[in-house]
């Protein structure tokens, strides 16, 4: 009986937590007619409304542009600013054909004061022409998961054509917020820009309200507020008639950080919006580490490798989202490796899989990669034996050889010497038969000449 109330109590809790996998559990206030909330670290979607829809982004399109920006400039590089530049409408810092300026000081009136300019600057620079940037912005976009977006303009200024989502611009955004320099820039509130060769000093307020505005308020569940959020990390606004209020905005309070998009909202509705979903995800959700970056998860055997078997570890951190109250035993992990990897294998390569459980349910798989690389393995590799092993043997090979040649060596020098010895006592013992012979002759030669002598006298 107290199996079968564990079983049940177990799947209680099991079920009332799995309710992050499908988003609004209940209907928020929000003006926007598109919206959506994610887990920035898990990407988990916690609430959506319209996430697919087509609209205008205004200015959040900076977002992407302050990427490729950072990937593709140094920030202390100087800028050259032409003409079609200076003259881009809207909102700008008011750059000078031939100013002479840094990519670092446009990025912050870009990313601050969301300059037009700034974003056609860099386009340019970058890419030579703004269609041709367009085409890069597309392309990032895709690759980084965007379904519905095409860019044609650096800046977001009214485009028929260039047009967003809510779930492209989060996707978006979560890939933005991992480059710390970008971090940097989107949760700045004031940069002083000094003088240059044309203008004067310039001061840069960033347009976003909730890093730093208490006097305008926002109605949020019914309870009158400040715009400015605890925890927030930024990131970026927009607004033209056409789009209306637009933000993308982000927020961390301990492990778990959010990031919430509106579009189609008004001019303050976007900041009201975007609370109302930061705090909707504080309440009910929490991000969980559940593995560190570069755990261990054992070794596998190597075909042919210079060595018998290599490390597996685990590139990235594994988390996962979770309703709040949901506790972290219910989460577990099982790690396959492959049976064998051939060499050579390379650093990262993958080498088996970590799969994420919460209860029996499987919400998420990772790569398990090897930690170093193995360079494929001398002849004696094809039964196993370790580059080390095969070095020790051909030592013990090539000692044994050296050994054997230096007996060799001394065999052949005593066999010489032994020749020799045997040559001089053989040349000894002839020159004593010589010696030995005359004086037999001589004795024999004296007596015959005494017995004549004799034999006369």
């Not at 809790?13 to 309710?19: P, R, Y």
């Not at 209020?245 to 509705?269: F, H, N, W």
């Not at 002839?430 to 002598?453: G, M, P, T, V």
Request: proline share 1%; with cysteine; hydrophobic share 40%.
């Amino acid at each position: 009986m107290k199996k079968f109330l564990s079983i049940i109590l177990t799947l209680f809790v099991l079920f009332g937590s799995i309710d992050f996998v499908c988003a609004n559990t209940r209907e928020l206030d929000l003006i926007g007619k598109s919206a959506i909330l994610i887990d920035a670290t898990t990407g988990e979607i916690l609430y959506e409304k319209n996430i697919h829809d087509k609209h205008y982004p205004a200015s959040t399109t900076k977002i992407m542009t302050a990427i490729l920006t950072l990937e593709n400039l140094d920030l202390s590089e100087k800028l050259v600013i032409d003409e079609e530049a200076s003259f881009t409408g809207g909102s700008r810092i008011y750059l000078l054909e031939g100013e002479d300026v840094t990519a670092e000081e446009v990025m912050y009136g870009m990313m601050l004061e969301s300059a037009n300019d700034a974003a056609v600057a860099f386009a340019k620079n970058i890419a030579g022409t703004v269609e041709a940037f367009a085409k890069m912005m597309n392309e990032k976009a895709a690759e980084l998961g965007a379904l519905n977006t095409n860019f044609v303009n650096p800046h977001g200024l009214h485009d028929e054509a260039h047009v967003s989502t809510a779930y492209d611009l989060a996707m978006i955004a979560k890939y933005a917020m991992k480059n710390e320099t970008f971090r940097h820039f989107v949760s700045t509130y004031q940069y002083t820009m000094e003088a240059t060769n044309l203008q004067e000093t310039r001061y840069f307020y960033n347009t976003n309200r909730m890093l730093y505005d208490n006097l305008h308020t926002v109605t949020v569940n019914g309870q009158v507020r400040g715009c400015k959020y605890e925890g927030v990390t930024g990131i970026k606004t927009g607004y033209t008639s056409q789009a209306g209020g637009c933000l993308v905005a982000g927020a961390k309070r301990g492990e778990t950080e959010l990031i919430a998009v509106t579009m189609a909202s008004t001019d303050m509705g976007r900041f009201q919006d975007c609370i109302t979903l930061l705090d909707y995800g504080f309440e009910n959700y929490k991000t969980v580490n559940v593995l560190e970056s570069g755990k261990d998860l054992g070794d596998v055997p190597v075909q042919r490798g210079s060595v018998k078997r290599v490390k597996v570890i685990l590139p990235n951190e594994v988390h996962a989202t979770l309703p709040a109250e949901a506790s972290n035993s219910l989460l577990r992990t099982e790690v396959e490796l492959f049976d064998s990897v051939e060499a050579p294998v390379e650093q990262g390569q993958k080498a088996g899989i970590v799969k994420l459980y919460l209860g029996d349910e499987l919400i998420g798989e990772y790569d398990a990669v090897i930690a170093e690389f193995v360079d494929r393995g001398g002849w004696l590799s094809v039964i196993g034996i370790e580059d080390s092993t095969e070095e020790k043997i051909q030592k013990v090979v090539i000692y044994s050889v050296v050994v054997l040649l230096l007996l060799l060596v001394m065999y052949i020098l005593v066999k010489r010497h032994q020749v020799k010895v045997r040559r001089i006592r053989r040349q000894q013992r002839q020159e004593k038969y010589r010696r030995l012979k005359e004086q037999e002759i001589a004795r024999w030669d004296d007596q015959y000449w005494s017995n004549r002598y004799n034999r006369y006298y």
